[in-house]
């Protein structure tokens, strides 16, 4: 099986903008979509990206569409967020997760493997 491990999160102040990268291990990457999600204090886990194992085709929820990017190297087990224009709404703890469907699959029961986190904090 596979396993995640996240990095990158920070304190930023507002529109300024930070990258987080997700490491796999453990199994053949390139048969897993992959996707990154975000929980506020109070609040639901929500799908902020994802990418898929076959094509590489991406997804956006609205409040992320066009300040987001995702990207994955399948050669280095990799898969980065590019985050732009940050907002003190975008501060969570960001996870990556995986799994072995193909997608896009944007609710969190649809992964079964989870990193631990970062925390990204967004404020002036």
């Known amino acids: 099986q596979i396993q995640v491990v996240e990095s990158g999160g920070d304190w930023v102040q507002p529109g300024g903008s930070l990258k987080l990268s997700c490491v796999a291990s453990?199994?053949?990457?390139?048969?897993?979509?992959i996707g990154w999600f975000r929980q506020a204090p109070g609040k639901e886990r929500e799908g902020v990206s994802c990418?898929?194992?076959?094509?590489?085709?991406?997804y956006y929820p609205d409040s992320v569409k066009g300040r987001f990017t995702i990207s994955r190297d399948n050669a280095k087990n990799t898969v980065l967020l590019q985050m732009e224009s940050l907002q003190p709404a975008d501060t969570a703890v960001y996870y990556c997760?995986?799994?072995?469907?193909?997608?896009?699959?944007?609710?969190?029961?649809?992964?079964?493997?989870w990193g631990q986190g970062t925390q990204v904090t967004v404020s002036s």
């Open positions: 997760a995986a799994t072995g469907d193909t997608g896009p699959l944007t609710a969190p029961s649809d992964y079964g493997y």
């Open positions: 453990g199994d053949n990457f390139e048969w897993y979509t």
């Open positions: 990418i898929s194992v076959t094509d590489a085709s991406t």
